[in-house]
């Protein structure tokens, strides 16, 4: 589903009304070692939630007694100087529900609309009493996930100067793909791009006025478009 071409208001409507096809839909594409009562524990006790960009959906310290299922767009998270990244198929709040510990992070949508399952930690732990390697496929994610951000975070500490932020750039482009105008999917501030590159606010806006004076991007508030594509074909 292509969230650019649904209103806000009709994308509720849709998701609701065809709730248990989008999900095994989602659940096909996302998860596809997933096991039936998995499904099933998605599709009965699951809801539906919408959050537009902005929109805070988990709060650190908050009890963990729900999780999220990202299905489509773009979410951040965000504590004590550290920035995640989450597309969909990610779990959010989840390692805290699994050690019975608040939330660990505050988390925003960073899409125009982001689609997400809100999961009850009670339910999960039913479904581990009852059939334990029916969550490996979620673990499998989470493990995936943690090692490509600390690969990630590796290749964008290792690059000098600006060069830090066109592999941030890069990396964001890669993870969430840009709209028909190469612009990025999702909006990062200033101070979200320095979290991710590791470096100071100073340094960052630097670069960023240097990289949009040389005709790299163009900046409308926190959105980016990307006016030249030669830095994507770089690796670390």
């Not at 510990?101 to 925003?108: E, K, Q, S, T, V």
């Not at 975070?153 to 690059?159: C, D, K």
Request: charged share 25%; net charge neutral.
């Amino acid at each position: 589903m292509d969230l650019d071409k649904f209103s806000f208001v009709t994308l509720f409507k849709l998701v609701m009304k065809e709730k248990e096809v989008y999900l095994k839909s989602a659940f096909g594409e996302l998860l596809p070692g997933g096991s039936h009562k998995l499904l099933n524990y998605f599709i009965t006790r699951g809801q539906i939630r919408i959050y537009k960009a902005g929109d805070q959906i988990l709060e650190t310290g908050q009890p963990s007694d729900h999780f999220f299922w990202l299905i489509e767009g773009g979410v951040k998270s965000r504590r004590n100087g550290e920035l995640l990244l989450h597309k969909k198929g990610d779990f959010l709040g989840l390692a805290a529900v699994l050690q019975k510990i608040p939330i660990l992070y505050d988390y925003y949508c960073i899409s125009d609309v982001s689609v997400l399952l809100e999961l009850p930690s009670d339910g999960l732990f039913e479904l581990l009493g009852d059939e334990p390697q029916a969550i490996f496929p979620i673990m499998q994610i989470l493990f995936k996930k943690a090692e490509l951000t600390e690969n990630n975070g590796v290749q964008i500490m290792q690059a000098d100067s600006e060069e830090k932020l066109l592999r941030a750039l890069q990396y964001v482009a890669k993870k969430y793909g840009l709209s028909d105008e190469n612009t990025l999917k999702v909006e990062l501030s200033g101070d979200d791009l320095a979290m991710l590159c590791g470096t100071s606010r100073t340094s960052t806006y630097r670069w960023l006025k240097l990289i949009e004076e040389k005709g790299i991007i163009k900046r409308q508030g926190s959105k980016i478009q990307l006016l030249s594509l030669n830095f994507l074909g770089k690796s670390g």
